[in-house]
């Protein structure tokens, strides 16, 4: 009898070994499944978090290079307004030293002479009215039917607006006119070359 009970705990102890070997390999099973679960979602994870800092890493490059095309053009924008205001104070200071009652006489001159008008009338600035009216009809006097007459205008500084009667013809020579035309074609050769491209 002792040998059946021994064989009877022989076989309770293998089954339950086998029991617990069966329990044992599906617990390594189910933990070995759900290890490479929690793998594969970290991998996932780190895939994404990974495309994710490339994607704002990339943004961030963008809008960087988007914030320093702005700065260059801010700074292109600012230099040109600047040069432009230059080049503007440049051209009014030099017009208006230049034009003198002697070569606005002297232009005066050769444009009647050109345009066969018999009368000449002058809007001048005030400061040179005087002197170019001397000038003129010392010059001028025999070249047309009347003397030449100059006339002083306060919004004018200096240059004239001249009009030839008989030919009907009106010059605009005042420091401004001069100065716009010269700020048109200064200012266009400015932008070509701060805009080479």
């Known amino acids: 009898m002792a040998e059946e009970f021994q064989a009877l ?5 293998n089954e339950y070994l086998q029991k617990a070997e069966a329990e044992k390999a599906s617990i390594l099973s189910q933990a070995k499944a759900e290890a490479e679960s929690i793998v594969e979602t970290a991998r ?3 895939e994404r978090l990974r495309a994710q800092a490339e994607n704002d890493a990339e943004a961030a490059r963008a809008r960087a290079e988007a914030a320093a095309r ?34 606005m006489a002297e232009v005066i001159k050769n444009m009647a002479a050109a345009s066969g008008a018999d009368e000449v009338n002058v809007l001048a600035g005030v400061r040179d009215a005087e002197n170019l ?39 605009d020579l005042t420091d401004e006119a001069i100065s716009e035309l010269l700020r048109a074609h200064l200012g266009s050769e400015l932008g070509r070359i701060l805009d080479p491209q």
Do not use: W
Request: proline share 4%; charged share 30%; aromatic share 4%.
């Open 133 to 171: 009216r001397q000038i003129l009809c010392g010059t001028l006097r025999a070249s047309f039917r009347q003397a030449p007459e100059v006339f002083p205008n306060r919004n004018i500084h200096a240059g004239m607006q001249v009009a030839f009667q008989g030919e009907d013809m009106y010059v």
């Open 44 to 46: 996932k994870e780190a």
């Open 70 to 103: 702005q700065a260059a053009r801010d700074i292109v924008l600012g230099l040109r307004e600047e040069l432009t205001k230059r080049l503007d104070r440049a051209v009014a200071d030099a017009a208006g030293k230049a034009l003198t009652p002697e070569l």
């Open 9 to 13: 705990l022989d076989r309770i102890n």
